[in-house]
């Protein structure tokens, strides 16, 4: 275990080197290069999930395990801060005993950075209310093993502006000549704070990340991504909100008018809401293959996370 611990709580806890390595790391991962490696060898690792979950909570348990660690896992009862426990004294009993703690809080982001106050144990948000930065580099694996490059991809991303988007938003803003194109319906677009801290970086890098509230006008790019529009543990306080994200939906005539693109989903999808079953399951939809490369990612992050990659 490396000391001081490596937190990811946020795209922004990476430099531009640690963002490249966890791509190519999750890549190797998944053309089986590292298959036999297992750094996580006497360590354990905790998995906290108070969300539901079926790639993010797999990926983390099974890579785990397949590196070599021990496996504790919580649900959202088990622990002693639903009877009044504070975050911070459930943190520094938990950094004694573990090494790394994968949590899902579907909350804010200062809860886990909570976590991460202690010097012991390494954090993994693995999705809070504003970021999930997870997804956001099992994303950049993805890209990297279909088109062997992140450097110069245009990216159009439909629908809300959620967790997923904000985190795809950070990253993408670091790769020379990368193009995000957020088209998210007015009141549901990414954060402010997001676009700020991205233009920060695009200036940078040379890339490009804008958000319009139409679907007019579609750019060329490469990559087709959309979400399911009810993210999972929020609602929506507009009864009426379907209504407004009904344009927003990824059909035969978006990809029609992105000829060549692929089809990103981090699933779970809801077919005929945001996206039509002939694109989920088409010729051009490579959401499979990227929900396992959630696993490779996973990987990456763990070995990251006790400084096993330089071992």
Known sequence: MSYPPRHLISIDDLDDGDLDHLARRGAEFASGLAEQARPLRDTVVGVLFRKTSTRTRTAFSAGALRLGAGLITYGPGDLQENTGESVEDTATVLSRMLDVLVARTAGAEAELRAYAAQTRMAVVNAMSA??????????????????????????????????????????????????????????????????????????????????????????????????????????????????????????????????????????????????????????????????????????????????????
């Open 130 to 311: 504003v970021e999930h930065p997870t997804q956001a580099l099992t994303d950049l694996t993805t890209m990297l093993r279909h088109f062997g490059r992140i450097d110069g991809l245009r990216v159009l991303y439909v629908g809300e502006g959620n967790s997923t988007a904000s985190a795809l938003t950070l990253a993408l803003s670091r790769f020379a000549g990368a193009e995000l194109h957020l088209r998210t319906p007015a009141g549901y677009g990414v954060e402010q704070s997001f676009l700020d801290r991205a233009e920060v970086s695009a200036k940078q890098s040379g890339a490009h990340i804008g958000q319009r509230h139409d679907m007019d006008e579609l750019p060329p790019v490469d990559i087709v991504y959309t979400t399911r529009w009810q993210t999972t543990g929020s609602s929506k306080p507009d009864p009426d909100w379907r209504t407004v994200f009904e344009p927003f939906r990824v059909n035969g005539a978006v990809m029609a008018a992105c000829p060549g693109a692929v089809f990103m989903h981090d699933l779970p999808a809801h077919r005929g809401e945001e996206v039509c079953a002939d694109v989920l399951d088409g010729p051009a939809s490579i959401a499979f293959d990227q929900a396992e490369n959630k696993y490779h990612s996973a990987r990456a992050v763990l070995e990251w996370c006790v400084g096993a990659e330089t071992t």
